[in-house]
């Protein structure tokens, strides 16, 4: 966040625009994260994990070399499906290290670092911009991509895989999910209002239910969905319960 208004003015560009570089990224990991951990779970999270870190490294060089908004922000996505790759399966071998009944402390070392980076990002990227440049920024991520791609190479030979089982993905949810995701970002932006104006953000209201309508019904259909609808029917139960139980303990 530091970065965008440099990013904005050396691109020739407005915080608008810089701002979809960001977002874009989320939208990566979000519409992706899911289908990437499945992919893990069929061929293997340690491969999923190298060639996760392989896309970041090529996501990384190329924002640096970017010469304008529009193709940072095509990079910025490519960059989010090497971080979506990394995240959904980073988490599944950090439990694995872990000796049996730590399963606790591997979530607290890997929920402590990842404050951590949101702690030091900020005036490390104020330092790159100042000392370097703003590219640096992305050069620097590209190092450790690197040397993450290596470790992956050299652990990965003692890592024993099995024989994939064919196994059904449902991308086509996970697309619907990335475009519900880009519509609700059209929606909420306050900036991207003002540019389309209210008719505009009518018709958007409608493509976003449509997508909604037509998720739901392809979640519902599919044998392996992407979200197991059948989850959010215990909502409404677990919450009346809370409700009840609160509402006992009160009179008691």
Do not use: N
């Not at 990224?25 to 899911?34: S, T």
């Not at 009944?101 to 890997?110: D, H, T």
């Not at 209201?205 to 019904?217: D, N």
């Amino acid at each position: 966040m530091i970065s965008v208004p440099t990013l904005a003015a050396a691109l020739e560009t407005d915080i608008l625009g810089i701002s979809w570089a960001l977002i874009v990224y989320q939208m990566a990991g979000i519409g992706l994260g899911v289908v990437c951990g499945r992919l893990g779970d069929i061929y293997g999270h340690h491969k999923m994990y190298g060639f996760g870190m392989a896309v970041l490294a090529l996501g990384s060089l190329l924002c640096a070399l970017s010469q304008d908004v529009f193709q940072l922000i095509l990079f910025r996505f490519v960059q989010g499906v090497g971080g979506a790759m990394v995240q959904s399966s980073g988490r599944t071998l950090g439990f694995r290290a872990m000796p049996a009944g730590s399963e606790g402390k591997a979530q607290g070392l890997m929920a402590m670092s990842h404050q951590f980076g949101f702690f030091v990002g900020p005036p490390l990227g104020g330092l790159i911009i100042d000392w370097i440049h703003w590219r640096g920024i992305f050069f620097l991520l590209f190092v450790p991509s690197l040397i993450g791609i290596a470790l992956c190479y050299v652990t990965g030979r003692a890592v024993q895989t099995s024989r994939a089982r064919p196994q059904s993905i449902d991308y086509r949810g996970a697309l619907l999910f990335l475009g519900l995701t880009i519509l609700v970002t059209l929606l909420l932006d306050q900036k991207i209002a003002e540019v389309v104006g209210s008719g505009s953000q009518v018709l958007l209201g409608l493509a976003f239910l449509g997508a909604l309508w037509g998720f739901i019904s392809h979640e519902k259909k599919i044998q392996s969905p992407m979200i197991d609808l059948s989850f959010f029917r215990f909502l409404p139960l677990a919450s009346a319960r809370s409700v009840y139980f609160c509402a006992v303990s009160r009179r008691a």
